[in-house]
């Protein structure tokens, strides 16, 4: 078994990638790369970013790992994926020492190592490699079936739906404010914008917005999975991004938001709805356990270097 270092993928390396991980997401019940890397592996990305590829004796391609290389305060970030049928064979391991030693090599060995779905041979691997677990990204899930309150809007505040090209802009300053903390959110461009306004799944009638007095302060965008793509589960919504400029938070917004973007999955035909949170975050985990939802997954990240 080897391990192959690119500076980038040829279409054909990018759909055996694509499916090595639809093949793992299948069997582990949680996608082991996150949308960050499978966007930049369709469209292309940070020209630091580095693709290792693990090949058996015979050349097949049963093993992938991302090392992103840009964040210079963090440190470089990785995520890895094996075939399930070519696991217990040390190519996680392969893909790892990899991983470290580019991290070595271009970020002073600092680097952090995302599993997702929190498997116990993924941690056991990471802490044996001397990574400490440093992150938890929860996944909660509800029923679209239950009952959804009415939304009930602070006064002077409408919703309306994104309008690309026109709101951009207010959007990507008020996205920078309300995840200011935010290791990945806050720090979106433009051109991360726009890609996701590319993507199949974009619907702008699900980018909702809310005003008061034409000036933006909150936002909940929603997205739905499997419907124009090719999945092995029934579709399902996501709370994608919710957001409430600082100055506008106190008044139910958030709230009102959520709900808001519940209805409008729940129009859909959709039967569940999901999405991401820090369990580090406790006002945003309790907000989202009040509307009925709870816990499904559990995503790490676990830290090595200083």
């Excluded at 055996?16 to 949680?30: E, H, P």
């Excluded at 959110?185 to 996701?196: H, N, Y």
Aim: charged share 25%.
């Amino acid at each position: 078994m080897t391990v192959e270092h690119l500076d980038h993928l040829s279409a054909v390396q990018v759909d055996q990638v694509l499916a090595i991980s639809q093949a793992a997401g299948d069997t582990d019940g949680a996608l082991p790369l996150s949308e960050h890397v499978v966007l930049h592996l369709r469209h292309g990305g940070e020209t630091q970013a580095v693709h290792l590829l693990a090949r058996d004796a015979g050349g097949t391609v049963v093993g992938y790992a991302h090392v992103d290389t840009t964040e210079a305060v963090a440190g470089a970030s990785a995520e890895l994926v094996v075939h399930p049928l070519r696991r217990r064979r040390g190519v996680g391991r392969a893909l790892a020492e990899a991983a470290i030693a580019v991290a070595d090599e271009r970020a002073g060995g600092r680097l952090r190592l995302w599993a997702h779905g929190d498997h116990p041979s993924a941690s056991a691997l990471a802490l044996s490699l001397g990574f400490d677990r440093a992150r938890v990204l929860l996944q909660l899930r509800r029923s679209l079936f239950t009952p959804l309150d009415e939304v009930a809007l602070p006064d002077g505040v409408t919703l309306r739906a994104f309008r690309p090209g026109e709101d951009d802009a207010a959007w990507l300053a008020v996205n920078a404010a309300a995840f200011a903390d935010h290791p990945e959110q806050g720090r979106w461009t433009l051109d991360d914008l726009r890609v996701r306004l590319r993507e199949p799944w974009f619907d702008a009638e699900g980018f909702l917005l809310a005003l008061r007095e034409d000036r933006l302060v909150g936002f909940h965008w929603t997205k739905i999975h499997g419907d124009l793509e090719d999945h092995a589960h029934e579709p399902i919504g996501e709370v994608y991004v919710l957001g409430v400029a600082p100055g506008a938070h106190g008044g139910g917004l958030g709230r009102a938001l959520t709900l808001a973007g519940l209805r409008h999955l729940r129009s859909r035909g959709l039967s569940q709805v999901m999405l991401y949170v820090d369990e580090d975050n406790p006002r945003a985990v309790a907000l989202y356990q009040r509307l009925g939802f709870v816990r499904w997954a559990t995503d790490v990240n676990f830290r090595r270097g200083g």
